[in-house]
């Protein structure tokens, strides 16, 4: 024992012999017993840097430092409790239980809690509002704010929106916080240096810095309407409802999501244009919701050849494949096979575009579309109508309650169809709608309208023309004969 002490000291006395000679080494000064030659560490620049870069990149540090120091103390954190309600056992009550259900078979309701992330960006009085994504508190039964001083406040939650994937609350305080700044989203290109500011994996509050990838990218694949802006800003979990910002220390959207295999940070970050959002905070603070406006169209993206074969190649616009029989696009003239070019004087460049404009129109104000019909462009006023969870997600009046696809190669082949039979194949058949009704069935083929043969989608589509007739009856062919369905009236 005495002898393992004694090896101790002596290494612990070695070691600070070591050290001060290091330190000797280090910080000395030059003198005659050193040599002429010998160049000491404090004495050296660590690189040479010319003058005039490093200013540059000391006014850079500067810039960063700045928008870090002014725009942090708006950033919060989100704390959120969730209940939700654990499935029965479906076992029932058994004298045994099975690992991971309940012993009873009536559903258990349990709590569970969360984190994102928050930017406060306004005050009223004392009430101050935050916004971040419905994900983070949309659904919260109690919500905590964590300013980066450390100070909590109990939040309240004054609206959130599904569709758009915001939620705004709001919390109360005596102190004077700093609100930030919104900028302009249309105004962002690709390669403008940006920011993200948020609580990642509960560090809050951080920033990390980047450039913006890519504007309007598509959020069709997480059932979201925004065009989001990517960055390669590194967001991870967390960072869900926190800022990015401009070099100007401005929010120009909110983070919301990552393309990950792993479930962090790849440099695929994803954040909603503050100028989606800016109609949806007053709509909160008024009504606590978002009003969307109804057109009543199903939209979809079509190929370049389908586009050739409908006349309109080349345009950008959306194809209303389906039409809500008495929505407001029915009443003002719209026709399923209708491709709109326009809305209100603006170019209508995809689908995803046309949803957000005319989810943001309000309700009882007709709104001025252009569409080409049978490759010929038409003006079209339609009086725009609130749009409801009811009238939206019913099928019992989508006209005609399918998708007609052309008869391809591979749908001939699919569908086991000669050269010699022509017309357009049914798919996605609705149910309750017309085409329900009708008795389509997905793989049938449309080859007459009203006794009229239809060889392709445009002639289809033409046949559907509302102007002309208030009837309709199809004809399903097969090589081994056709059948005519029963008639819809409108």
């Not at 004969?481 to 409108?490: D, L, N």
Request: hydrophobic share 40%; net charge neutral; proline share 4%.
């Amino acid at each position: 024992m005495k002898r393992f002490t004694k090896n101790i000291v002596g290494a612990a006395v070695a070691a600070v012999l070591s050290f001060g000679l290091i330190s000797f080494s280090c910080s000395g000064k030059a003198g005659a017993a050193n040599g002429a030659n010998t160049a000491f560490a404090d004495t050296v620049p660590a690189v040479k840097i010319p003058a005039e870069s490093l200013s540059v990149l000391e006014a850079m540090q500067n810039v960063f430092r700045s928008i870090s120091t002014q725009v942090l103390p708006s950033v919060v954190e989100v704390d959120v409790t969730e209940k939700k309600t654990r499935p029965a056992n479906p076992f029932g009550d058994l004298p045994f239980k099975f690992f991971g259900f309940p012993d009873n078979d009536e559903p258990q309701e349990y709590e569970t809690q969360g984190l994102g992330s928050g930017v406060i960006i306004r005050k009223d009085g004392k009430k101050y509002y935050v916004l971040t994504n419905n994900h983070v508190a949309g659904s919260a039964t109690e919500i905590s704010v964590k300013l980066n001083d450390g100070r909590k406040f109990d939040g309240k939650l004054v609206g959130a929106d599904e569709r758009m994937d915001v939620a705004l609350v709001s919390f109360e305080s005596d102190d004077a916080i700093p609100c930030a700044t919104l900028g302009d989203s249309d105004k962002v290109q690709t390669g403008d240096i940006c920011f993200a500011m948020g609580a990642p994996l509960g560090y809050s509050q951080s920033v990390t810095e980047g450039i913006v990838s890519a504007t309007g990218r598509s959020g069709g694949q997480i059932g979201n309407i925004n065009d989001f802006i990517q960055t390669d800003t590194a967001i991870n979990q967390g960072n869900s409802g926190g800022p990015l910002l401009n070099i100007y220390g401005e929010v120009i959207g909110i983070n919301t999501w990552i393309a990950s295999q792993s479930g962090g940070s790849q440099g695929l970050g994803f954040a909603i244009p503050i100028n989606n959002i800016k109609h949806a905070i007053d709509e909160f603070i008024a009504n606590g919701k978002v009003t969307y406006g109804w057109l009543g169209v199903s939209l979809v993206e079509i190929r370049d050849e389908i586009k050739e074969s409908l006349g309109v190649k080349g345009k950008d616009g959306a194809f209303a494949s389906q039409i809500f029989v008495d929505s407001p696009a029915f009443k003002g003239g719209m026709q399923a096979g209708d491709y709109i070019i326009e809305l209100n004087g603006r170019a209508v460049k995809s689908v995803d575009q046309l949803v957000r404009d005319v989810g943001s129109l309000p309700a009882n104000k007709e709104a001025k579309f252009k569409v080409i019909r049978g490759a010929k462009e038409m003006p079209l006023n339609v009086m725009i109508t609130e749009r409801t969870k009811e009238v939206s997600s019913s099928t019992a009046k989508l006209w005609p309650g399918f998708i007609p696809v052309p008869l391809t190669e591979d749908v001939r082949k699919k569908l086991e169809l000669d050269n010699k039979i022509e017309g357009v194949a049914v798919t996605n058949v609705q149910a309750k709608s017309p085409a329900a009704s009708l008795r389509l069935q997905d793989g049938d083929v449309i080859t007459a309208v009203n006794g009229k043969k239809v060889k392709n989608l445009a002639e289809f589509y033409a046949a559907l023309d509302l102007t002309k007739t208030k009837s309709i009856q199809f004809t399903i062919g097969s090589g081994a004969g056709s059948i005519t369905t029963g008639t819809y009236s409108f």
